[in-house]
Nanobody
Framework: QVQLVESGGGLVQAGGSLRLSCVVS????????MGWYRQAPGKQRALVAT???????NYADSVKGRFTASRDNAKKTVYLQMNSLKPEDTADYYC???????????????WGQGTQVTVSS
């Protein structure tokens, strides 16, 4: 069974930094794109960043220059370094990954349970 587990969320003051991690476990043959989404209270889930297996990244305009996505393919882990945090970054952060599981025939998007990030002003 494939699982994604996030960690690293918490409470931080505006201007501070946090580093989120997401580890993928289970019987996996391959992982393509990994990414981060966030959902603020009362809002829809929105893209934060994605990263391909080759390291190509894509960011939401609101986080460009402040957030950096990276991944360790050997560890099946994706990271999100968040700097210069703002109160509007407060949200639940979810990682996602396109995974071909052992015995599967196509890539499927899997999601973690989320980790909460709160930025105080």
């Amino acid at each position: 069974q494939v699982q994604l587990v996030e960690s690293g969320g918490g409470l931080v003051q505006a201007g501070g930094s946090l580093r989120l991690s997401c580890v993928v476990s289970g019987d996996i043959l391959s992982i393509k794109v990994m990414g981060w989404y966030r959902q603020a209270p009362g809002k829809q889930r929105a893209l934060v960043a994605t990263i391909t297996g080759g390291g190509t990244t894509n960011y939401a305009d609101s986080v460009k220059g402040r957030f950096t996505a990276s991944r360790d393919n050997a560890k099946k882990t994706v990271y999100l370094q968040m700097n210069s945090l703002k109160p509007e970054d407060t949200a639940d952060y979810y990682c996602t990954a396109e995974i071909l599981a052992f015995g599967g025939v196509r890539y499927i998007d899997y999601w973690g349970q989320g980790t909460q990030v709160t930025v105080s002003s």
